[in-house]
């Protein structure tokens, strides 16, 4: 660990951790304004903490690009996924807990959960290598599952059927819209139809037939 991080890290550091390692895995740029709407923040308290952050030497700044996570970041931020996406699977699959409400339920628990409570859940859940909403959860030495297909519903041809694989997981309102929509990790998918000029996709699940926006359907991932 940095020389220059003496005192626990506290939840909010660990939170932008989270969020800097999520804008890198999605290959986008981990800016101060990118970071602020991550954390639904403003961009002066934003950087306030990237500073802090660089200080204890859990990222660097690049220049023209933003931040990026040491490796010592890197490991808080696994680790903090880790603890956050194994609760979610047991809260999902032991305690039925719907998918909308996981998210903001493991935020609550994932700073309090020991060492020897996480390695008891990942025992008791077959040590599952994916959330209920189908992001891959760091295993015991932090090491992810190889990635499968990037593609997205908005990828899809007309006809073109596949299972739904990931879905974003942050905002409840928006799950319980794709749940009703029968858009959940596991569930059948086929685009029947795009609408010209960046105008909304129509598919077929076995809730019946949606549209959703060019947008949404490129935030859903398809095995």
């Known amino acids: 660990m940095p020389a ?8 909010a550091i660990q939170h932008y951790l989270r969020e800097v390692y999520k804008l890198e895995a999605a290959g986008t740029r981990a800016t101060t304004t ?3 709407e991550a954390m639904e923040v403003s961009a002066a308290s934003a950087s306030a903490m990237l500073k802090r952050l660089a200080a204890l030497e859990l990222l660097e700044h690049i220049p023209y690009r933003g931040v990026a996570l040491t490796d010592e970041g890197r490991r808080v931020a696994l680790e903090v996924i880790r603890h956050h996406r194994l609760l979610e699977q047991y809260l999902a699959e032991t305690l039925g807990v719907p998918l909308d409400q996981v998210h903001e339920e493991a935020d609550r628990l994932e700073h309090a959960l020991s060492e020897e409570v996480e390695k ?4 008791s859940l077959g040590y599952p290598t994916h959330d209920p909403h189908g992001h891959p959860i760091p295993d015991a030495e932090l090491r992810l599952a190889p990635g ?53 996709v129509t598919l ?16 859903i991932g398809i095995a």
């Open 148 to 200: 499968g297909s990037y593609r997205t519903i908005g990828s899809l041809e007309p006809g073109e059927a596949s299972l739904v694989a990931h879905v974003p997981d942050g905002d409840a309102e928006l799950l319980r819209y794709l749940n009703g929509l029968g858009l959940v990790p596991g569930n059948r998918v086929e685009v029947a139809a795009h609408a010209p000029f960046g105008g909304p």
């Open 120 to 123: 008891r859940i990942d025992a």
């Open 34 to 36: 990118s970071v602020a």
């Open 4 to 11: 220059n991080v003496t005192d626990p890290l506290t939840e």
């Open 204 to 219: 077929r699940t076995d809730t019946g037939e949606h549209a959703i926006s060019r947008e949404l359907a490129e935030s």
